[in-house]
């Protein structure tokens, strides 16, 4: 398999941009504005240069290339720490009990709380794949190869990781939680709130949304159905967060009502299971060793790929495919983790 994930440069805007009119919408991360992508693709620049081993306000872009035809063909994302410069809010789920002793009977009520519990997180981001891509088993190494990266950086990141998953959208790129919530107090659709929140952050919601909880049961059916569930397209990633230990706790996203998947960054299972070690050989590319994601580099020089891996005494014998791809040869440390 011929695709590698790097670091993003600046000569990828143009096919950022191309990736970001594809997802349709509701990716705060990738939004279809090339000054914005710029803005982006310059900090991350900035983060893969700074030369400090420490937790900053960082965003980290990386590129899924297929090196036989050099397209680009998927991006991911890492925040080291949200809500350092502008808060970052979320809706709490939480319920009330009360006990009426007249009608002896007890409620129990649902509210959503506006708060900022997730500030100071890392997350995990941005991500897209091409949809002629989505069946060839590289969503994983998209999606993983961050975590690998997060274990070789361990003092850039916080204890706890996100990831936001995208919530239900239907056909006309509207979603029923903004429409049956946020959105009546906004003269805007949730496209344009989204793609102002791409742009500029949003301070806007906590500047004119109500600061007191809201009962879920004066929301409309519509939008409580979809509070906490992604994107029917989103599925496969709630999926796999769940497979690394990420779990759902009850913040949902202020705009689409998606939900906030969290795990203790040294519990993520990539990052617990992940190995270094020397390649000791390269073997043939049929070699019917077990399939890693593999990785090698720091900061700028980070790339990660798929490839055959067993344990040899000393070492790794590796794949020549995947030493390719990544420029190692015998003698040279790399990382390992079960695909």
Not at 239 to 248: A, V
């Amino acid at each position: 398999m011929s695709f590698l994930l790097r670091t993003a440069r600046e000569k990828d805007l143009d096919a950022l941009y191309r990736m970001a009119k594809g997802t349709g919408g509701g990716f705060t991360n990738l939004p279809p504005d090339k000054p914005t992508l710029q803005e982006k693709l310059h900090r991350a620049a900035m983060a893969f240069a700074r030369p400090e081993d420490t937790l900053n306000n960082d965003l980290f872009v990386f590129i899924l290339e297929d090196t036989e035809t050099g397209k680009v063909r998927g991006t991911c994302q890492i925040m080291s720490q949200v809500g350092t410069e502008l808060p970052f809010y979320s809706y709490r789920i939480g319920r009330i009990t009360q006990h009426s002793k007249e009608l002896d009977r007890t409620f129990r009520a649902e509210m959503l709380t506006l708060c900022t519990d997730l500030d100071g997180s890392s997350e995990v981001g941005g991500l897209y794949l091409d949809p002629t891509e989505r069946s060839s088993g590289v969503g994983k190494l998209l999606a993983r190869s961050r975590y690998l990266f997060i274990r070789a950086h361990r003092a850039r990141f916080a204890d706890r990781t996100l990831a936001e998953l995208r919530g239900a959208i239907d056909d006309a790129g509207n979603s029923p939680f903004w429409d049956g919530l946020a959105g009546r107090f906004f003269d805007m659709s949730f496209r344009d709130a989204d793609e102002f929140n791409a742009r500029h952050g949003n301070q806007f919601i906590a500047d004119l949304m109500p600061k007191h909880p809201i009962y879920t049961a004066l929301l409309s059916e519509g939008a409580r159905q979809v509070m906490g569930q992604p994107h029917y397209s989103g599925r496969p990633a709630m999926r796999m967060l769940e497979n690394e230990g990420f779990k759902f706790q009850n913040y949902i996203d202020i705009f689409d009502g998606g939900p906030s998947m969290m795990a203790d960054t040294d519990r993520i299972r990539t990052v617990r299971e992940a190995k270094d070690a020397t390649v000791t050989a390269l073997v043939s590319a049929e070699d019917d060793s077990p399939t890693h994601i593999v990785s090698c580099g720091r900061l700028a020089d980070f790339r990660a790929c798929l490839g055959h891996a067993r344990e040899t005494e000393g070492g790794v014998a590796l794949d020549e495919q995947a030493a390719g791809l990544l420029g190692v040869s015998a003698g040279d440390i790399i990382t390992y983790a079960p695909a």
